[in-house]
Nanobody, 125 residues
């Protein structure tokens, strides 16, 4: 049974950094697209960053240059290094995975059958 477990959320002041991690235990496919969605009351659910087994990456426009996604393919683990955090980055961040061999150009929720429970990121002004 596949399970996604996130860690690394927390509270930080604006301009600070956090690193999120995720492990997909029980993943049995040879390829994947893994990434992060976030959800907040103000913006709803939106894609943040994604990476596939060919190391192609996708980033939301507002995090480009500030967030970096990386992975360990052998361990099916994922990290998101977030720097220069701003209050509007406050959200619950969810790790997701799909067996698609390449991340979609505009990843949508329906393309990811497996989701973690989420980890809260709070950025104060």
């Amino acid at each position: 049974q596949l399970q996604l477990v996130e860690s690394g959320g927390g509270s930080v002041q604006a301009g600070g950094s956090l690193r999120l991690s995720c492990v997909a235990s029980g993943y049995k496919y040879s390829a994947y697209c893994m990434g992060w969605f976030r959800q907040s009351l103000e913006k709803g659910r939106e894609g943040v960053a994604f990476i596939d087994t060919d190391d192609n990456t996708r980033y939301a426009d507002d995090v480009k240059g500030r967030f970096t996604i990386s992975h360990d393919k052998a361990k099916h683990s994922l990290s998101l290094q977030m720097t220069s955090l701003q209050p509007d980055n406050t959200a619950r961040y969810y790790c997701v995975v799909t067996p698609l061999p390449r991340c979609p150009a505009s990843p949508g929720q329906v393309e990811f059958p497996w989701w973690g429970q989420g980890t809260q990121v709070t950025v104060s002004a």
